[in-house]
């Protein structure tokens, strides 16, 4: 079974600075993607960045950015510039290669992330 | 305009009542997913649906069942319900194939007293 660990509960980070959160897995797979999702205090989630593993360039969106080392294992995200609104909970998730409609996510425990004004 | 959607936002009721939250999405996805959230915000899979047709069921108890009248619509009933049901219960939808982004309904929290 797939297992994804983040292993920083909170972090704090100041307005305009850079943070990066750490998340590594464990899979046999090597056909996979993953993703990181937001989770601000609306409850919503919503999704940040997506990387193919067969893919070595890193996945970019904006401010976001991610360092995918497949060897590792690790997937960190890095935010640039960081907002007031990048304030929120952001989950690390896993998935397998299609699987003909059982494509679900496996998610680690999460990162706190404030953003101090 | 909202792609995703459930109801209730919010539902708090007894220990042992039975009760439904309902998901309908309309982004034309052939793939439902249920996934809970407990109070350490641990995100868990429970079921997924693809075209009507159950395809994961991840060791949920059988008082949770899955309904998918068509392809739109993913509702999940609850009975029996136990104090630790307490979550909050996603919704979420996507087209088939593992890139294609999940979307996710605001969730709905249940509290059970």
């Known amino acids: 079974a797939q297992t994804v660990t983040q292993s920083q509960p909170e972090m704090s980070v100041q307005e305009a600075e850079t943070v990066t959160l750490s998340c590594t897995y464990d899979t046999s797979e090597n056909n996979y993607y993953l993703f990181w999702y937001k989770q601000p205090p609306s409850r919503q989630m919503i999704l940040v960045i997506r990387q193919e593993a067969y893919k070595q360039q890193n996945a970019t969106e904006n401010r976001f950015s991610v360092n995918f080392q497949k060897a590792a294992k690790s997937f960190s995200l890095k935010i640039s510039d960081s907002q007031l609104g990048d304030t929120a909970m952001y989950f690390c998730?896993?998935?397998?290669?299609?699987?003909?409609?059982?494509?679900?996510?496996?998610f680690g425990k999460g990162t706190k992330l404030t953003v101090n004004p | 305009d909202t792609a995703v959607s459930q109801t209730p936002k919010y539902l708090v009721t007894q220990m042992g009542n039975d009760k439904s939250i309902k998901c309908e999405q309309n982004?034309?996805?052939?793939?439902m997913y249920w996934y809970k959230q407990d109070s350490k915000k641990f995100l868990k899979i429970m079921f997924s649906y693809n075209n009507k047709e159950l395809i994961i069921n991840e060791t949920v108890p059988n008082r949770f069942s899955p309904k998918s009248p068509d392809k739109a619509h993913l509702n999940l009933h609850i009975n029996s319900l136990e104090l630790g049901d307490s979550a909050v219960y996603f919704c979420?939808?996507?087209?088939?194939?593992?890139?294609?982004?999940?979307?996710f309904g605001d969730g709905t929290r249940l509290s059970i007293l």
């Open positions: 998730a896993f998935m397998k290669g299609p699987q003909g409609g059982s494509e679900k996510l496996v």
């Open positions: 982004l034309g996805h052939d793939t």
């Open positions: 979420a939808s996507s087209r088939q194939g593992a890139l294609r982004p999940q979307h």
